[in-house]
């Protein structure tokens, strides 16, 4: 049975009540970017990180496409990418999510920029805690 005719159909992404298009995603994640490079603090660190913008700018947004209109385009794996790219601090988290909601708030229509919003806290929240466990800065529950 293909996922088209499975009684409860094919899964709608929780973007689309909200009016979030490809469009939306293409201008949020654009224009985040863009004052994310300019930034003090984490523009050294994206530029130090990302060679090529247009590949990069593309797989985030197919990250949003894959989280708020569920295409299945994203092909990656955040909580390595985070790993393995120096200088990521836990401290960085906040700003980054500064950003995110100031760029939300300024290019989206409001409920679709509590979403934008709730998923990059929601994932943030995950990323921050992985990045941290990894680096052995969470005790463990058991011993
Ligand atoms: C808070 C929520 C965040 C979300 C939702 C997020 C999301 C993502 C995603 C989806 C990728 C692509 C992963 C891949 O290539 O498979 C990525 C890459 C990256 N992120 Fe984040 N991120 C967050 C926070 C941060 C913060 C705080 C920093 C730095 C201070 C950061 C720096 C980077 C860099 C440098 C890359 C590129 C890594 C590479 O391609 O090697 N991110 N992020």
């Avoid at 197919?62 to 393995?84: C, E």
């Avoid at 990045?131 to 529950?141: Q, T």
């Amino acid at each position: 049975m293909s996922i088209v005719d499975h009684p409860r159909g094919p899964r709608i992404g929780p973007g689309v009540a909200v009016g979030i298009t490809e469009g939306v995603i293409r201008t949020q994640v654009h224009t985040f970017y863009g004052r994310v490079r300019e930034d003090p603090v984490l523009g050294p660190i994206f530029n130090g990180a990302v060679d090529d913008w247009d590949e990069h700018l593309a797989k985030l947004c197919d990250f949003w496409s894959s989280v708020l209109l569920v295409t299945g385009r994203f092909k990656g794996s955040p909580m390595a990418a985070h790993a393995r790219t120096p200088g990521i601090e836990t401290e960085h988290f906040p700003r980054w999510l500064e950003i995110w909601r100031d760029t939300a708030r300024s290019v989206c229509r409001p409920e679709a920029a509590d979403l934008f919003i709730a998923k990059a806290e929601m994932i943030g929240e995950s990323l921050k805690l992985g990045l941290a466990a990894g680096r052995g800065e969470i005790p463990p529950l058991t011993r």
